[in-house]
């Protein structure tokens, strides 16, 4: 009987997601008519150029769109599915060794009720434009 070898793996893989994902996906039509080059513009204002650096807000959009779209429900579990499912890592143009945002990113923290606000007016903007 055959038996699969157990020997050591392939060092180095070719992998292209574009290839993987197919033509007919719903995602390829989403990103086909989905225009976020405005986003940074926009957005601008609410982000820091000291400190840590933030998580690129067309990918937190992109990431909220597959949840609303394929009715994932929570944050956590949108991470997660990112983490697996290539088609989502293609619509979030992550490669296949990006790293997932953390499941807090979607957190909004601030020291009062105004810094709170703030981001939620900026991406109010991104949904209603």
Known sequence: MGRREDGQGQFFYSFDLDKVVPRDHLVRKIDGLLDLSWVHKELAPYYSHTGRPSIDPVLMIRMLLVGYVFAIRSERQI???????????????????????????????????????????????????
């Open 79 to 129: 991470c997660a599915e990112i983490q697996v499912n290539l088609a989502y890592r293609w619509f979030c143009k992550l490669g296949i060794e990006d790293k997932i945002p953390d499941t807090l990113c979607f957190a909004v923290r601030g020291a009062n009720a105004s810094e709170r606000a703030m981001p939620y007016a900026g991406y109010s903007k991104v949904w209603w434009r």
